[in-house]
């Protein structure tokens, strides 16, 4: 059942109708993020009984994997609590992960600091995968040019390029990932887009880009598709074949391995920081720590009064957003000035510009010629 016109708020989260004009609710008042929640972590095990069963043969696949060679797999570490206590615990499980750290230009000192200490501690190698600065920014201009939300979509697509290249060279068959049902299940439709539509990277930046030409961004494309299903590489999602609590792991982290907390999610980048904090309220509306807070009141680990509480704090101090404002301006080489003539365009879609779905979304009866498609743009890539 959808809503009734009265109600505009989940009895159970914090989201409202303005935060999501799309979302409906059951006759509980139970909106459709809450409904979508359940199902998902109906399938997350939630003991440690529950968990053995299900780790006991992805842990053996893994090392039956790595024999012979220096790692069983390959974790993105970032400095921040999933990263961090993913490490923790693939010790625990006596894997050897070869730990890549994607450094993009945004890091803060705080998340080197934290990094250092979980390889230090943990005897881990390390290797840091740094982007092109030019190539990256050159991006994230052509991003804020064209008005489009998810700018974070360039480091997450590059995040995943990196790590799939790393892991094709050192012959590592199993990538670990930090996506998580408990903490992460949350996010509306238009808050985000599609992270793995090289086409839509493409087109944006041959429409908003400088015009210089990219010189080592790692594109996911079909090529490397390609090669990736060769190589027979499987994406191990940790977090939801285990009973992960954030707090819990906070706590273990500290303990075990010195680790500094940061004031937000994903604050190791000071991009990010400000992505959530200034670019995303004050041009799109959208404030991500409904959605954070939401997440966490589901899995259990807040009351809904709590997160009430927490969401009525500042996003972004205003010490910090100034700060922040400048640095992040003077990195990609824009006057505040011109920053914020950016930030008073209009949005725009990324289905506003070339993806993989367009052609077939306008022409439906086209749906049919799809594989014959996909296998063009294979040859095209070759």
């Given at each position: 059942?959808?809503?009734?016109?009265?109600?505009?708020?989940?009895?159970?989260?914090?989201?409202?109708?303005?935060?999501?004009?799309?979302?409906?609710?059951?006759?509980?008042?139970?909106?459709?993020?809450?409904?979508?929640?359940?199902?998902?972590?109906?399938?997350?095990?939630?003991?440690?009984?529950?968990?053995?069963?299900?780790?006991?043969?992805?842990?053996?696949?893994?090392?039956?994997?790595?024999?012979?060679?220096?790692?069983?797999?390959?974790?993105?570490?970032?400095?921040?609590?999933d990263s961090t206590?993913?490490?923790?615990?693939?010790?625990?499980?006596?894997?050897?992960?070869?730990?890549?750290?994607?450094?993009?230009?945004?890091?803060?000192?705080?998340?080197?600091?934290?990094?250092?200490?979980?390889?230090?501690?943990?005897?881990?190698?390390?290797?840091?995968?740094?982007?092109?600065?030019?190539?990256?920014?050159?991006?994230?201009?052509?991003?804020?040019?064209a008005g489009v939300?998810?700018?974070?979509?360039?480091?997450?697509?590059?995040?995943?390029?990196?790590?799939?290249?790393?892991?094709?060279?050192?012959?590592?068959?199993?990538?670990?990932?930090?996506?998580?049902?408990?903490?992460?299940?949350?996010?509306?439709?238009?808050?985000?887009?599609?992270?793995?539509?090289?086409?839509?990277?493409?087109?944006?930046?041959?429409?908003?880009?400088?015009?210089?030409?990219?010189?080592?961004?790692?594109?996911?494309?079909?090529?490397?598709?390609?090669?990736?299903?060769?190589?027979?590489?499987?994406?191990?999602?940790?977090?939801?074949?285990?009973?992960?609590?954030?707090?819990?792991?906070?706590?273990?982290?500290?303990?075990?391995?010195?680790?500094?907390?940061?004031?937000?999610?994903?604050?190791?980048?000071?991009?990010?920081?400000?992505?959530?904090?200034?670019?995303?309220?004050?041009?799109?509306?959208?404030?991500?720590?409904?959605?954070?807070?939401?997440?966490?009141?589901?899995?259990?680990?807040?009351?809904?009064?709590?997160?009430l509480f927490e969401?009525?704090?500042?996003?972004?101090?205003?010490?910090?957003?100034?700060?922040?404002?400048?640095?992040?301006?003077?990195?990609?080489?824009?006057?505040?000035?011109?920053?914020?003539?950016?930030?008073?365009?209009?949005?725009?879609?990324?289905?506003?510009?070339?993806?993989?779905?367009?052609?077939?979304?306008?022409?439906?009866?086209?749906?049919?010629?799809?594989?014959?498609?996909?296998?063009?743009?294979?040859?095209?890539?070759?």
């Open positions: 059942m959808t809503q009734t016109q009265s109600q505009s708020a989940c009895t159970r989260c914090i989201m409202t109708m303005v935060d999501d004009p799309q979302t409906t609710f059951n006759e509980e008042g139970l909106c459709n993020h809450c409904q979508s929640f359940d199902v998902a972590f109906a399938r997350v095990p939630k003991t440690t009984e529950e968990s053995a069963v299900l780790l006991a043969p992805i842990i053996a696949e893994m090392k039956a994997a790595g024999q012979g060679k220096p790692y069983d797999c390959l974790l993105g570490i970032s400095g921040g609590v206590y993913i490490a923790l615990l693939l010790k625990r499980l006596g894997l050897r992960p070869l730990c890549v750290h994607f450094d993009n230009g945004w890091n803060t000192e705080l998340a080197v600091q934290n990094i250092d200490r979980v390889v230090t501690t943990l005897d881990y190698d390390l290797e840091t995968y740094v982007i092109d600065w030019d190539d990256f920014r050159e991006l994230q201009l052509a991003y804020l040019r939300i998810d700018i974070e979509a360039l480091s997450d697509h590059a995040i995943y390029g990196a790590l799939y290249e790393l892991a094709i060279r050192n012959g590592i068959g199993h990538i670990i990932s930090g996506v998580n049902v408990a903490t992460e299940q949350f996010l509306p439709g238009h808050w985000i887009y599609d992270k793995m539509d090289d086409a839509n990277i493409r087109d944006i930046y041959r429409k908003h880009g400088g015009g210089r030409p990219l010189r080592n961004y790692p594109f996911l494309d079909a090529r490397q598709r390609r090669r990736i299903r060769s190589a027979g590489i499987k994406i191990v999602e940790i977090l939801n074949v285990i009973p992960f609590d954030v707090q819990e792991a906070r706590a273990d982290i500290i303990r075990e391995l010195g680790w500094v907390p940061y004031d937000g999610k994903h604050h190791e980048s000071i991009f990010t920081r400000f992505y959530q904090g200034y670019i995303l309220p004050r041009k799109f509306g959208v404030d991500k720590r409904k959605a954070h807070l939401s997440n966490l009141v589901c899995s259990g680990m807040l009351t809904r009064e709590e997160a969401f009525q704090q500042d996003i972004y101090p205003p010490d910090q957003a100034r700060d922040d404002l400048e640095f992040v301006c003077k990195k990609l080489r824009l006057s505040v000035e011109e920053f914020e003539v950016l930030m008073k365009e209009p949005p725009r879609r990324h289905l506003d510009f070339e993806n993989y779905r367009w052609f077939f979304s306008r022409y439906p009866l086209a749906k049919p010629l799809l594989p014959l498609w996909r296998r063009y743009k294979a040859w095209k890539s070759a």
